[in-house]
Each structure stands twice: as structure tokens, then as C-alpha cells.
């Protein structure tokens, strides 16, 4: 793209063919060489044609909110695959702990998680500061009776890793957010 805008800038008219247009055309035939010679027969023929099809060259605007979403796709793959990896964790150091959030990902249970990296340390906070800890990030929707059960089943031990994932779930949700302001912007 870099050498399309200089030689715009500089005055020539361009058109720009898709490769793929090219590359299926080359393809027809029984053997796909491929070579320049043969790629520029093919080109000469495309601009031979009654209507070439050429490709739109998207304007800086367009072509910053297309990185930007693709940016935004890209966290939010990764942070489906970090959910997953956190629900086999879970799974496998502490099955009970589904069993007191309806939605695990859910800021309460993900702010109790960022703070606490085993289940020995839920069995051993103050169920006041539990209580207020998940009183605060559900707003208002979990209480004491929540904490003391959560705090009674926390029997195994979380590995370190959740800690960290869940601390990598939130940044990836701050970015795509950030992401998503800076699109709307544009």
C-alpha cells in the first residue's frame, strides 16, 4: 500500500487488480504455473475485459478502524480461550467453586479470583472482608450467607496460573473496550 499512495501522490492513476482474481484465473488451466510472464498475460487479459472488477482502496479512516477491529478480534479470541483454560482449571482445583456463581466469568467472581490464588486463602479471609469483597463487585447481590458457603467449600487449592489468567481476562476486556471507544470515535 505504502508504494500505491507514493505513486498516487505523485500523480499516476492506479488501479488495483486482487491477486486472488489473478491467481484463480491462473488456476483454470491444467498445470497453475506461475511465473511473471504468466501473471502478466493474465493481468493484460483482465483489463482487456468489457468491466474489470478492480479493488477499492479503503481510506486511512477505513483502514485504521478495519486494524482496530481485527486488533479487537484477536483479544476476544484470546480471552474465549482464556476463559476456557480458567473453567478446566477450576474444574480440576476446585469443582464446588461453579457451584456459587452463576456466571463465573462475572465480575464479582473474577474480582474474588484477581484477589485470591488458592482456596486455602477463601478458607482463611475474615467472611466480613469476604462478604464485602463480593458484596461490592456484584453490587449488592452477594452477601454474608454467599461468602460463608463459598468460604466452607473452599476445601482445594487454586493453582497460582488462575491468579494470572484472570488477570489476563481483564486486561484483554479493558482493551477491547478501549478498542471499541477508539472505533466509535472514528
Do not use: W
Not at 479503503?58 to 476456557?84: G, I, W
Not at 482456596?119 to 456484584?138: H, N, V, W, Y
Not at 452477594?142 to 467449600?153: E, V
Request: include cysteine; aromatic fraction near 6%; charge should be positive.
Amino acid at each position: 500500500m505504502i508504494l500505491y499512495h507514493c505513486l498516487v501522490d505523485a500523480g499516476f492513476q492506479l488501479r488495483l487488480i486482487n491477486p486472488l482474481v489473478t491467481a484463480a484465473r491462473r488456476n483454470v488451466g491444467i498445470r497453475g504455473t506461475k511465473t511473471d510472464s504468466v501473471d502478466a498475460e493474465l493481468i493484460a487479459n483482465i483489463l482487456r475485459e468489457a468491466d474489470p472488477k478492480f479493488s477499492a482502496v479503503p481510506d486511512d479512516e477505513t483502514r485504521q478502524l478495519r486494524n482496530l477491529m481485527r486488533l479487537r478480534y484477536e483479544c476476544s479470541q484470546t480471552f474465549v480461550a482464556e476463559k476456557h483454560r480458567l473453567n478446566s482449571l477450576l474444574d480440576l482445583v476446585f469443582p464446588e467453586y461453579t457451584d456459587h456463581f452463576s456466571n463465573i466469568f462475572g465480575a464479582a467472581s473474577r474480582e474474588l479470583l484477581s484477589q485470591f490464588s488458592t482456596a486455602k486463602e477463601i478458607g482463611k479471609i475474615d467472611i466480613r472482608k469476604l462478604t464485602s469483597i463480593l458484596k461490592k463487585a456484584s453490587n449488592g447481590h452477594l452477601g454474608r450467607d454467599h461468602a460463608q458457603r463459598l468460604k466452607t467449600s473452599a476445601k482445594n487449592s487454586f493453582a497460582l496460573e488462575i491468579r494470572f489468567l484472570v488477570q489476563r481476562m481483564n486486561l484483554l476486556m479493558e482493551q477491547m473496550e478501549a478498542l471499541e471507544k477508539q472505533a466509535k470515535n472514528i
